[in-house]
T-cell receptor, first 116, second 116 residues
């Protein structure tokens, strides 16, 4: 069974460009979470999605950041007009619907964004 | 609000020493989950343990052991006879039974350096 797959693993962008990070949840999982880890810090919750729905985006910056989880295909975290402060590791996690509230989260290996 | 405090920013030990990583949490939920993750230099998140709030039994897994004490809101992690391969950042995390799924709150992490 494949785990949570994230790509790209490493992404380099210049200031002002767009970054798209993709996350394919584990098979059978319909809930996706995105977390951000700034250099030398812990992980911070960004957004929680179910298929075609954003359930909780309380951790998302108000501007330039968006997330989606379409009916088909991976979840995508999109960062427009990147700035140096966006440089971080972005982790995706997934869970089964019935595991909601039990803490059964499975993390991907992360996507590391570097903004030059 | 939920909060996780890992007061030890960095710990250095010599191989074969025992080391304890502290974790103190705050939550108003009566049902919650506590986690430890390891992040080696390669950057991925490795799940170590999940403990629910109703299970205060200590757990041992090989050289790893966990001490959960609700009375002091602590969930400490001990590595016995540490090895160089244990060098990593260790994160403690908390998940409540909130309305919106498995939103983990992470501590800032403790850097463990094991020297040979």
């Amino acid at each position: 069974n494949a785990g949570v797959m994230q790509n790209p693993r490493h992404l380099v962008r210049r200031r002002g460009q767009e970054a798209r990070l993709r996350c394919s949840p584990m098979k059978g999982h319909s809930h996706v979470y995105w977390y951000r880890q700034l250099p030398e810090e812990g992980l911070k919750f960004m957004v929680y999605l179910q298929k075609e729905n954003i359930i909780d985006e309380s951790g998302m910056p108000k501007e330039r950041f968006s997330a989606e989880f379409p009916k088909e295909g991976p979840s995508i975290l999109r960062i427009q007009q990147v700035v140096r402060g966006d440089s971080a590791a972005y982790f995706c996690a997934s869970s089964r619907a019935w595991a909601t509230n039990t803490g059964e989260l499975f993390f991907g290996e992360g996507s590391r964004l570097t903004v030059l | 609000a939920q909060k996780v405090t890992q007061a030890q920013t960095e710990i250095s030990v010599v191989e074969k020493e025992d080391v304890t990583l502290d974790c103190v949490y705050e939550t108003r939920d009566t049902t919650y989950y506590l986690f430890w993750y390891k992040q080696p230099p390669s950057g991925e998140l490795v799940f170590l343990i999940r403990r629910n709030s109703f299970d205060e039994q200590n757990e041992i897994s090989g050289r790893y052991s966990w001490n959960f004490q609700k009375s002091t809101s602590s969930f400490n992690f001990t590595i016995t006879a540490s090895q160089v391969v244990d060098s990593a950042v260790y994160f403690c995390a908390l998940s409540g039974r909130g309305e919106y799924g498995n939103k983990l709150v992470f501590g800032a992490g403790t850097i463990l350096r094991v020297k040979s």
